[in-house]
């Protein structure tokens, strides 16, 4: 049944592509992780605020949940809301177009009025399949990203904290008891 519903046209395309993502997201991974671990090494100091031509980033302490959750409602909306303004508004330019060519909400409109064949035979099952990688990937980029960013929040913070109000001889003694 899947053979006779799917353009297998499309496998020929998806095949390389998915590949080099895989490939890709790996190179990139180690490349990120040896600047990461440069970073630390050289306690960087992080750009907690940034103006660029598309957008306005700032770090600030966000709920993953609630990001996950306004992608859930609608893919992107979680991105916007953890201010990714360019990923975000690719997210949700590929709903509409997912949600256009599945004809997916025409769908759920009929379905409520209770006409449950015409809501099936309106689907378009080749672009109803995007959808489950579509809001997998919303959610997880958004909680994820959310996560990263508010550890890198926690992390600026503490290091502003220890270099405008601590004193340069403070130390902790790590296994002594003071009375």
């Given amino acids: ?3 006779e519903v ?7 395309i998806y095949i390389p592509v998915y590949i080099f993502a895989i490939w890709d997201s790996y190179r990139t991974t180690v490349d990120l992780n040896n600047i990461y671990i440069l970073t630390e090494r050289e306690n960087h100091k992080i750009n907690s605020f940034s103006i660029g031509a598309l957008e306005i980033n700032y770090l600030d302490k966000r709920n993953p949940f609630l990001a996950a959750l306004w992608s859930l409602f609608m893919p992107g909306l979680g991105q916007l ?4 303004i360019v990923s975000g508004f690719v997210v949700i330019i590929w709903s509409i177009v997912f949600f256009y060519y599945s004809h997916m909400l025409e769908g759920v ?8 064949e015409r809501a099936t035979s309106v689907l378009n099952p080749e672009w109803l399949l995007m959808f489950p990688s579509l809001y997998g990937f919303a959610i997880v980029d958004a909680y994820m990203n959310t996560v990263e960013n508010n550890k890198l929040y926690e992390k600026e913070q503490r290091r502003f904290l220890k270099e405008q109000y601590q004193g340069r001889t403070f130390r902790i003694l790590k296994g002594k008891k003071l009375i």
């Fill in 109 to 116: 409109s009929l379905l409520f009025l209770g006409e449950i």
């Fill in 1 to 3: 049944m899947a053979k």
């Fill in 6 to 12: 799917l353009d297998t046209r499309w496998l020929l």
């Fill in 81 to 84: 809301y953890i201010h990714r």
